[in-house]
């Protein structure tokens, strides 16, 4: 750590101790000598003002008690990116490696420990054979000399360089130019400075596939200036950045399996139909966004949309979506195979968690896994048999009949139960038998009593147990062995 800070220190991120913080200022504070780095801090409460010291302002922060004073030798600017990898590995240029106990090795003084990587192990016996590097929490800062990354990591692939100093997004191009065959890049909870115009970087980022951007405060209008030099990209990560608006990525990101936007106040629903014409996107996460509904609007009930025509993964858990007409909408999408959207409001709606999710299964037709547990065929029969028999007082209050030709439901149950016709194309309309005395679909009322009595001795008083009853398309099977009490 050095007496003076060094040049274009402004901006640049620092480590004091454990605390991370952004170099706001560098100057002079009067009354006092010498030079001060005015920081804001990551952590406000490490703070002590809001840049402001006896009257003057001498930089801005975001929090009124995020900013101090330190000076520059208590700040670490941190190192290059092949500096922190030696560090890390345990090599140098004059170290040689030994091999250690099984499933070990030593490089240099440094004891590296491997679980079941005993294959893999020569390979890491250099640092040009590394293929995978984590320098998460070195302080790295720059790329350092030119060239020297290639020259001495030639056959890197995955690079984890999260939580360090890394502040401008050209800091990272400069890191990732000297990478040839880059295929992994994670560079979540940087503060990183990102283009304000369209660049492309011409060959740089152009094996890479997947990228982590979480917690780096980029938002999406600068995800789509970058994205131009992301040809190859197949799954982006951008939880927790505070981006609330979505605007359509026009020939760019068109390789893109998943997108997490998890973390993110999106403004609403309809922001999603900004990205709906990913033409490859399988996988959309959207935990925690702060959606309170999803609608298609270019498809009717019983139609498919054609928005998000390859998604097959849906995440929407811990969100606001408290009307059922959202899981009716997702039931418009061509390819969805799975879903999980836990802690919702509609999901209150239903006490019982197993007829919750009776109701999620036949509201959606082609789900195969639902909250990461598969749907078998006599499960989806089942939930769609009692469906159909549960509902089908109210579709013939509402202008349903058996009669074909009669048969009209109304506009108003039709959007409430969109799957209704075809279920009973699948399996029929109810029977007028199966809807006499109809309650609501609860397991209270499919719990069958058994009464037991003890024929031995007539005296004594019967025993009543509830047990689950046999709902359609599905068989209960019990045996019971009586022990009686002498």
């Not at 152009?206 to 917690?215: H, M, P, T, V």
Request: glycine share 6%; net charge neutral.
């Amino acid at each position: 750590m050095a007496a003076s800070p060094p040049s274009g220190a402004l901006g640049r991120r620092v480590l004091c101790g454990t605390e991370y913080a952004t170099v706001r200022y560098v100057g002079c504070v009067p009354p006092t000598a010498g030079i001060w780095l005015g920081v804001e801090w990551d952590n406000p409460q490490r703070g002590k003002h809001d840049g402001t010291y006896e009257g003057t302002q001498y930089f801005k922060c975001t929090h009124p008690k995020g900013g101090s004073f330190i000076r520059p030798n208590k700040a670490n600017f941190g190192v290059d990116f092949l500096t922190a990898v030696k560090d890390r590995y345990g090599l140098n240029d004059e170290q040689d490696v030994q091999h250690g106990t099984e499933n070990t090795l030593v490089f240099g003084k440094k004891t590296v420990e491997f679980v079941g990587m005993d294959s893999v192990a020569e390979q890491q016996s250099r640092l040009n054979q590394l293929v995978d590097i984590s320098v998460r929490e070195c302080a790295v800062s720059h790329a350092g000399e030119t060239e020297e990354i290639s020259r001495t990591c030639a056959n890197i692939r995955h690079i984890n360089l999260s939580k360090n100093l890394v502040s401008s997004w050209e800091t990272v191009t400069a890191i990732a130019s000297q990478v040839q065959n880059l295929e992994t890049l994670n560079i979540s909870e940087n503060k990183i400075k990102f283009p304000s115009t369209s660049t492309s970087v011409s060959g740089v980022f152009s094996k890479l596939r997947i990228l982590a951007l979480n917690q780096t405060e980029v938002t999406w209008t600068e995800v789509l200036l970058c994205a131009p030099g992301w040809p190859a990209l197949e799954e982006l990560y951008l939880t927790s950045n505070n981006i609330a608006v979505l605007e359509r990525p026009d020939n760019v990101l068109q390789t893109l399996k998943l997108l997490d936007l998890s973390d993110n106040q999106l403004l609403d629903g309809n922001q999603l139909h900004l990205i709906a014409h990913l033409p490859r996107l399988e996988q959309l996460i959207l935990r925690n966004t702060g959606i309170s509904s999803i609608h298609f609007p270019d498809a009717g009930f019983g139609c498919k949309t054609k928005m998000f025509p390859a998604l097959k993964r849906l995440t929407i858990n811990d969100n606001k979506i408290s009307q059922w007409s959202s899981i009716n909408e997702l039931d418009k999408l061509p390819s969805l195979r799975s879903l999980q959207c836990h802690n919702n409001p509609f999901m209150d709606t239903e006490k019982n968690p197993e007829t919750l999710r009776q109701l999620i299964i036949a509201k959606i037709s082609q789900l195969e896994v639902l909250n990461k547990s598969e749907i078998l065929p006599a499960e989806r029969k089942g939930a769609e048999l009692d469906y159909r028999k549960i509902f089908g007082n109210d579709w013939l209050a509402a202008g349903g009949n058996w009669n074909p030709e009669k048969n009209k439901p109304s506009e108003e149950f039709l959007a409430a139960h969109p799957r209704y016709p075809s279920l009973c194309l699948k399996y029929g309309a109810p029977e007028e038998g199966e809807l006499k005395g109809q309650q609501p679909l609860t397991l209270k009322n499919q719990l069958l009593t058994l009464t037991i009595k003890c024929p031995e001795k007539p005296e004594q008083k019967p025993v009543e147990k509830k047990l689950p009853g046999i709902t359609s398309g599905t068989k209960s099977i019990y045996s019971f062995k009586i022990h009686y009490k002498k």
